[in-house]
């Protein structure tokens, strides 16, 4: 079970991080990844880190702007989001997946999401 929080109002240029806490065993086993939607639109990849934090990928929107990383150790990952954009407006979702993939199918276990709104 995954829970996303940290979600809320930001302005333009401003800062979030979202959190997302999952409970069960072998947390480092899953491919953690962050995906978005915005109003209107489809769901769309954000970024993924491997189980033990080595490896990152980011969607070129948010490239240098958003940070993934975790804390195996409370079985949580974050989502540091700098210099944000009214773009960036969407319900966030945490999700887990046992292969690394940017695709949506292939991640089995997902949050219940959290919406970050971006004023301009």
């Known amino acids: 079970q995954l829970q996303a929080s940290g979600g809320g109002l930001a302005q333009s240029g401003g800062s979030l991080r979202l959190s997302c806490a999952a409970s069960?065993?072998?947390?480092?086993?899953?491919?953690m990844g962050w995906f978005r939607q915005a109003p209107g639109k489809e769901r769309e990849f954000v970024t993924r880190?491997?189980?033990?934090?080595?490896?990152?990928d980011y969607a070129d929107p948010v490239k240098g702007r958003f940070t993934i990383s975790r804390d195996n150790g409370k079985n949580t990952v974050y989502l540091q989001m700098n210099s944000l954009k009214p773009e960036d407006t969407a319900v966030y979702y945490c999700?887990?997946?046992?292969?690394?993939?940017?695709?949506?199918?292939?991640?089995?276990?997902w949050g219940q999401g959290t919406l970050v709104t971006v004023s301009s």
């Open positions: 999700a887990a997946s046992t292969v690394w993939i940017r695709t949506m199918r292939d991640y089995a276990y």
């Open positions: 069960g065993r072998s947390f480092s086993s899953y491919v």
């Open positions: 880190i491997n189980g033990y934090g080595y490896t990152t």
